[in-house]
């Protein structure tokens, strides 16, 4: 057993003071003992009383809280009456504008093809590069120069001077920048690899929490406008500009048909992104329509190498070449040299940036014979067989006139002075239009307002020109003869070739056309109008002209010689003229031309070339067009697989018996 413990010892504890006995009901309380007597001493000052602090009233207090608080309840009250009733519907705005994010939905351009359905002009994918100049901010960047170094890595990949960059990367309080515009997507990939890159350093700088330098670099989908031939038919098609938008050519003609109409989205955002949950409105873009072209790619192509290699041959300011189908109007091809290519403006002479087989406007010389024919054999004037005298000179008004080579009295039949292009002999024949010069002046202006001189050849193709045509009481005393042989009038390329087409057409012109139609976003071809027809000349007439256009390329004394077509019948005519030069405002230099068409019998073609200027080596139209005409006529007639038609060619004479 354990052992028992000791008792504990009791301890007094002090002693309690005696608690007075209250007193019973009714009793009298005891008397306090006695004090004993103390020894007298010196009176004691009286003591100090010590002070009393009372409250102040809190009411005054009370009252000026209540106030304030008063006054903070009316102002709150006022301004949630101003928020929710006044200009509630400004701040619902605002709400909306941060809230929801709208986008716009660009539509995609139209193709624009050659009439077989080869793509010309198209679009394809690209990128709007951006950036939040406020991600390259110190603060954010936590890098001082930091629009500096990203400029110095994008400017390669953008083509863009690092200083231009960083200017746009330091946008003070801007959260949007455009750095550059139509990107292709192997850019942007480039771009977002290098911004990966430099993601994955600062994850592993500064323990996981640096700063990508390329992380506010963004991207806009977007398309680009590509010309998958380069400078082929550029003339034609013309460009886009950087919003765009058609700025030349066809691109602006039919601008409101290829661009469609650009649609929207609407989303609620949180934090730049858009909320997958909360669904999204807007109106789909509506992609613009196809235009099919009357060109064909084929014969655009030999039109234009013909007249470039033409041209730098020459050394020639520029030339042009025109091929219509003589029975629709049709342009099957317009060429231009220089050229230029529109995938890259930047590199484009800006003198070579249209299309100056429509736009310029020059003195046709000789081939304009061939309306003052036309004039001559439709009033019943003359026929082929007309004996026509052409003295070395001639005298007429206030000039003494000439042909291109210097002759002895040629004696001439009037398809002779088509087939020798005398000048002398079309102002005699023209003078027989009416019986005084007056009249044959009004009798030839109207013959040539019908073949569409001086009028617009009906494409409304932006910058067209519509030549010069004066009316006939306005020509001066040179001009009612220089105008019978083509100078002292203007036309541009398509008219001059336009004018050989109603002759091949049996004297109808039919209005030129370079669209045949429009395929919607729906899948539905839609025709181009059908083109105006106007009767010119009797088919008689015309007939006649294309034999008596035959001896120019086919009888040895023609002019255009060098035009004809082994086992094809060839009608044309050279042409060579004194040139306006456009700084100088006088005459300088020629314009060499040849016109024509084929197969003479059975039209179904028709070629136009000119050269301006040209400065080395010949400049008749016979010698340097003449070689165009042939190599793009052929071309063109085995490429519409036109086969000869196998008749003998016209003989129509060209020289007469001396007159006694």
Not at 155 to 178: D, F, I, N, Q, V
Not at 492 to 510: D, E, F, K
Not at 541 to 566: K, Y
Request: net charge positive; glycine share 10%.
């Amino acid at each position: 057993m354990p052992p028992k413990e000791p008792p504990r010892r009791r301890v007094p504890g002090p002693a309690r003071p005696a608690r007075p006995r209250p007193a019973s009901a009714g009793a009298r309380p005891s008397r306090p003992a006695p004090r004993p007597a103390a020894k007298r001493t010196a009176p004691r000052p009286p003591a100090r009383q010590p002070r009393t602090i009372r409250l102040g009233s809190p009411r005054p207090r009370l009252r000026l809280i209540s106030l304030g608080l008063t006054l903070v309840m009316l102002a709150f009250v006022v301004r949630l009456l101003q928020v929710q009733a006044v200009d509630a519907s400004a701040y619902a705005a605002k709400a909306d504008k941060y809230r929801f994010q709208e986008y716009t939905l660009s539509a995609e351009r139209g193709e624009i093809t050659d009439r077989n359905g080869i793509a010309l002009a198209a679009s394809v994918d690209a990128y709007d590069i951006t950036a939040d100049p406020k991600l390259f901010t110190p603060e954010e960047s936590k890098v001082p120069d930091a629009p500096e170094q990203a400029a110095a890595l994008l400017a390669p990949l953008l083509g863009k001077e690092p200083a231009e960059l960083a200017k746009k990367l330091r946008t003070p309080k801007s959260r949007y920048t455009l750095l550059a515009r139509k990107q292709t997507p192997q850019v942007w990939n480039q771009i977002r690899d290098l911004r990966r890159v430099y993601g994955q350093k600062a994850q592993r700088s500064a323990g996981g929490n640096g700063v990508n330098l390329l992380g506010g670099i963004l991207s806009e989908p977007s398309t680009k406008r590509v010309y998958p031939n380069g400078e082929l038919a550029a003339g034609i098609l013309g460009y886009v500009n950087a919003e765009g938008k058609g700025a030349g050519g066809v691109e602006s003609m039919l601008d409101p048909e290829l661009a469609g109409k650009d649609g929207k989205i609407r989303f609620t955002q949180s934090g730049g992104r858009q909320v997958p949950t909360a669904g999204s409105q807007g109106t789909p873009a509506v992609p613009g329509s196809d235009i099919e072209l009357t060109i064909d790619r084929d014969i655009q192509w030999a039109a234009q190498q013909a007249i470039t290699e033409q041209v730098r041959k020459s050394k020639a300011d520029r030339g042009y070449v025109i091929v219509q189908d003589t029975r629709t109007g049709e342009v099957l091809a317009m060429a231009n040299a220089p050229g230029f290519d529109p995938n890259d403006l930047s590199a484009a002479n800006a003198a070579s940036m249209g299309n100056a087989a429509l736009q310029d406007a020059y003195e046709p010389g000789s081939t304009s014979k061939v309306m003052s024919m036309a004039a001559v054999l439709e009033e019943g004037r003359a026929t082929p067989d007309t004996h026509v005298t052409v003295p070395n000179r001639l005298h007429r008004g206030d000039r003494l006139f000439k042909d291109d080579v210097d002759h002895k009295t040629w004696y001439l039949t009037l398809n002779g002075v088509l087939a020798k292009s005398s000048n002398i002999g079309t102002i005699l024949a023209t003078g027989q239009l009416g019986a005084t010069q007056a009249e044959s002046n009004r009798v030839l202006h109207g013959y040539l307002r019908k073949f569409g001189i001086g009028s617009p050849s009906g494409l409304n193709y932006p910058g067209e020109t519509s030549g010069i045509l004066a009316k006939p009481q306005d020509w001066s005393t040179s001009q009612q003869y220089t105008i019978p042989f083509g100078q002292g009038l203007s036309v541009n390329a398509l008219q001059a070739a336009s004018v050989y087409s109603t002759i091949a057409n049996g004297g109808v012109r039919v209005e030129p056309t370079l669209v045949r139609g429009t395929k919607g976003p729906d899948g539905r071809f839609a025709p181009a109008p059908t083109p105006k027809e106007t009767r010119v000349v009797s088919e008689k007439t015309a007939d006649t002209l294309a034999r008596m256009l035959e001896s120019v390329v086919d009888d040895r004394e023609g002019t255009g010689t060098r035009a004809a077509i082994p086992g094809y019948r060839v009608a044309g005519k050279t042409g060579t003229a004194n040139r306006v030069d456009p700084e100088l405002g006088r005459y300088k230099g020629y314009t060499a031309s040849f016109a024509g068409f084929a197969p003479a019998d059975e039209p179904r073609i028709t070629v136009y070339c000119a050269i301006q200027n040209p400065t080395k080596g010949s400049y008749f139209g016979g010698q340097i067009c003449g070689p165009i005409y042939k190599k793009v006529m052929e071309f063109s007639l085995k490429t519409l697989h036109v086969a000869p038609t196998g008749s003998a060619p016209a003989r129509l004479p060209v020289f007469s018996e001396p007159t006694p």
